[in-house]
C-alpha cells in the first residue's frame, strides 16, 4: 500500500526514528530531517527505504529546502513535527536569554515552520488532498518542570496551542492536526540535557513504574496520522505512563 509521503522532523533517533520505522511499515514513504548526527539519520533512512535530508527546523530556508525534497518523492500526505531539544537542567534565574531563544527557535518556531509547509501541500485550499499533521509536545507542558526546564515546558505548551488552533483553522481543508504528549521515554535527549540517568532514575514516578520506550510513541503517531482516527482533529494524546 502507497498511502504517500510522511515528512518526519528530527527523524534520525529517538521517537521520531521509531515513527520514521512504524510508519514505513503502514504503506508511507519517508522523507526525515536530521541536524547533528548524519551517521544515524541517514541509517534509518536506509532502514526503510527512505531519504534523510539535513535542515535546521527554526531556520525557514532549510524547512522549504526539506519539504522540496519531500516534493521530489511523491505526494505528501502526513507530517510529523517532533524535533525538539531540551537544555541542561536548571533554575530560570540561571538560564541566559541565548539558550531560551534557541530553544524557541526549535521546539515552537520550527513546528510552526514545518506545519505550515504541510498546510501549503495537503490543504484543499491549496489544491491538495488532504492529509494529516502530528505534533510532537511533552507531559512538560502541563507539569511545568519547576527546577528542571521550565523554558521547555514553556515551549511545549506553545506546542499544545499551536495544535489546537491549526486544527481548527484547516479542519475543512481536509486536513487533521493532533499532538501526542508523552512523559519519561527513554531516549538521547535526557543525555542532551545533562541527565543520561533520568529515565532510570525516575521511573518509580510513574503509576506504570517504568518508563516508556519510543516505539510506544511512535505507535500513537502512527495511529493519528491513519485511517483509524479520521473524525480525531484537535485531540493532544498523552502517552506517559499514568503520569
Not at 43 to 64: C, T, Y
Amino acid at each position: 500500500m502507497d498511502r504517500g509521503v510522511c515528512v518526519i522532523t528530527g527523524g534520525g533517533r529517538g521517537i521520531g526514528a521509531a515513527t520514521a520505522r512504524r510508519v514505513a511499515r503502514a504503506g508511507w514513504q519517508v522523507c526525515l530531517s536530521w541536524h547533528a548526527d548524519r551517521a544515524a539519520a541517514e541509517a534509518v533512512a536506509r532502514e526503510v527505504g527512505g531519504r534523510a535530508v539535513r535542515a535546521d527546523v527554526g531556520a525557514e530556508p532549510d524547512v522549504v529546502a526539506l519539504f522540496a525534497a519531500a516534493d521530489e518523492m511523491g505526494r505528501l500526505t502526513a507530517t510529523v513535527a517532533n524535533a525538539g531539544i531540551v537544555e541542561r537542567r536548571a533554575r530560570l534565574d540561571e538560564m541566559g536569554a541565548e539558550r531560551m531563544r534557541r530553544l524557541l527557535e526549535i521546539n515552537v518556531l520550527g513546528v510552526m515552520l514545518t506545519a505550515r509547509e504541510a498546510v501549503r501541500r495537503m490543504s484543499t485550499r491549496h489544491g491538495g488532498s488532504g492529509g494529516a499533521i502530528v505534533t510532537v509536545s511533552s507531559a512538560a507542558s502541563r507539569l511545568g518542570s519547576p527546577g528542571e526546564y521550565v523554558d521547555y515546558a514553556a515551549s511545549k505548551g506553545a506546542v499544545d496551542t499551536f495544535t489546537l488552533g491549526l486544527a481548527r483553522e484547516v479542519a475543512t481543508e481536509g486536513i487533521r492536526v493532533n499532538a501526542v504528549r508523552p512523559g519519561l521515554i527513554d531516549t538521547e535527549i535526557h543525555a542532551s540535557g545533562g541527565q543520561p540517568d533520568r529515565a532510570t532514575r525516575l521511573a518509580s514516578t510513574i503509576p506504570m513504574q517504568r518508563a516508556g520506550r519510543p516505539e510506544e510513541v511512535a505507535a500513537a503517531i502512527t495511529w493519528l496520522l491513519g485511517d483509524e482516527s479520521p473524525y480525531t482533529t484537535g485531540a493532544i494524546l498523552d502517552v506517559s505512563g499514568g503520569r
